[in-house]
């Protein structure tokens, strides 16, 4: 049987690290970190994702301030307000909630906010830097792959990795920063041909398709690490893109959802926050 990897263990030990940095602040009677999280319009996903991050923040000591704007304002609201917090010096990275609603251009709405507040590295200049291996702030979800890979004492360099999905936000910048870490690393995708064969050969399977349940026991090996960053909404559950019960007797080590990727993402965006308060104080 397959051993479980706990993220909510691995996020314990960084959110210890926050709640101690925000503490030594206060003693020194300095402001706690500042987030500052856009929300356009009612989508259900960016919801929940803005209120958890607000619990998660708030549970650490760390501000969040909530900018709501609906679903009927335009382009220039949008960026004024990313403007606003752009030149506001309390705030130290600021979080746009995607999708925004379909009306709007994506691309060019990001790129507006000031690469020195790009907590989650969306911005052409943040990518540009992660891609050129000289990252500011490392994307969370990505990130998050990589420490819960790491929190298990696993040496990455040499392993050959599969990444399933090339999004821009979780399967690129995963496979970028795995390669980093001197990992052979293999891209899948829609069009990818023999794919079972590909993620069964895999040291390590990192899977990003927001299909669930799409990996079953084919799909690995007895010594496969498999983490699903999956999280697709599924008879009413959060479901991850790999069959949980399925796998875990037929691999190593394997990330639950919930519990995995998901329970570690938010701690890193607010560890960002941290890194860049500290940088641009001292
Ligand atoms: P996305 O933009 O829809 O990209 C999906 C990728 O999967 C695409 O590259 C697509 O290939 C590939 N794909 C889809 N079906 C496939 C199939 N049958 N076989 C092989 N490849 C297939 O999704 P995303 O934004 O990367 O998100 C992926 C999942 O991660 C979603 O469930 C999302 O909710 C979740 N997520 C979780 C977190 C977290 O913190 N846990 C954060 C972000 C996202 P093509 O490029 O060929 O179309």
Known sequence: MGQIINGKEVALKIKDEIKEFVAARKEKKLAAPKIASILVGNDGGSIYYMSSQEKVATSLGVEFL??????????????????????????????????????????????????????????????GKLYMGEPRFLPCTPNSVVTLIKSLNI????????????SNIVGKPVAQLLLNENATVTICHSKTKNLKEVCKSADILVVAIGKPKFIDESYVNENSVVIDVGTSSFEGKITGDVDFDKVIDKCSLLTPVPGGVGALTTTLLIKNACEALKENEY
Do not use: M
Request: charged share 30%; with cysteine.
């Open 66 to 127: 909530k900018v709501t704007l609906s679903e009927s304002c335009n382009a220039e609201e949008v960026i004024n307000e990313i403007h606003k917090l752009n030149e506001d010096n309390s705030v130290q990275g600021i979080i746009l909630q995607l999708p925004l609603p379909d009306k709007f251009d994506e691309k060019k709405i990001i790129k507006e906010i000031s690469p020195n507040k790009d907590i989650d590295c969306l911005t052409f200049e943040s990518q």
């Open 155 to 166: 040496d990455i360099t040499g392993k050959n990795v599969v990444v399933l999905g090339r």
